[in-house]
């Protein structure tokens, strides 16, 4: 479009300056017969004022087609530093998304990467149940669940002054210290791989975090409200708990009591 708009104002820029010279030199002529009519010009003086005259006359030609020169030329370079400006645009842009694309990349190859190591983690858990059996990968989960139902159901506390917060947070901290080798490795690298996703300039971090959700089992969804409503999660883990509908898909009625789910900000269960 551009390359068409200038052609045609050159075509009429070199059309007028040839109709210029035309009645140009249709002027000079009738001059020259004006002044020296029906004559053959011989003597060199003569000739000396002929030039005198045509130099006089054809100067401002000269000056005026210098003029146009100059006119096409900061036109023609105008419209080249115009494509010029928006080649370089075009490469920017294109630049820019080949580097979102190495980032989104590399972000990827990285997140898979403690993702399996994630996954690692659960299938080399294990522990013990009842006298002789052994619980292994996520499977564990249950028996921890099981474990610190027992704990709670087991724990007395005082109704005058009972803090469903307060009271859980306690109960918990007793099965975490008698579990803490199995089940805190564990948690602190599901915390990990959720910050993660969470500091990154990645523009879909839910579509991730849906993908790490997508992992948890009902009783590992469960261990992991109870951890974030103590001590081990309640500061750092609970927020993104919150933050990234975690619990949507959570067992309700696996919760060992019925005023605990308050305790969580409703948008935890993508309510």
Known sequence: MEGWFLRKHLW???????????????????TYRAHFPGQIIQDISTWGQLGDYLGGLLNPVFSLLAFFAL????????????ISSEELKKSAEALS???KSLDTQNFENTFFQMLRLYNEIVKEMDTTH??????????CFRVFYENFKHYYQ????????????????????????QKQDEVGHYFRNLYTLVQFVDVSDEPNKK???????AQLSSYELILLFYNCLSQE??????PLIEKYQILENMDSSLLIGEDHKPLYDHTAFGE
Do not use: C, W
């Open 233 to 238: 999660g309640l500061e750092k883990f609970k």
């Open 207 to 213: 579509t991730y975090i849906n993908i790490i959700r």
């Open 154 to 177: 087991d724990t007395e506390y005082d109704r005058g002054s009972y803090i469903p917060s307060k009271h859980v947070d306690k109960v918990y901290m007793v099965f975490f210290k």
């Open 97 to 99: 998304r080949q580097s």
């Open 12 to 30: 009429k820029i070199l059309l007028t300056l040839a109709v210029v010279a035309v009645i140009y030199g249709i002027a000079v002529i009738s």
């Open 130 to 139: 009842g006298l002789h059996e052994i619980a292994r990968g996520r499977n």
């Open 71 to 82: 006119l096409i030329t900061i036109v023609v370079q105008t419209k080249e530093l115009a």
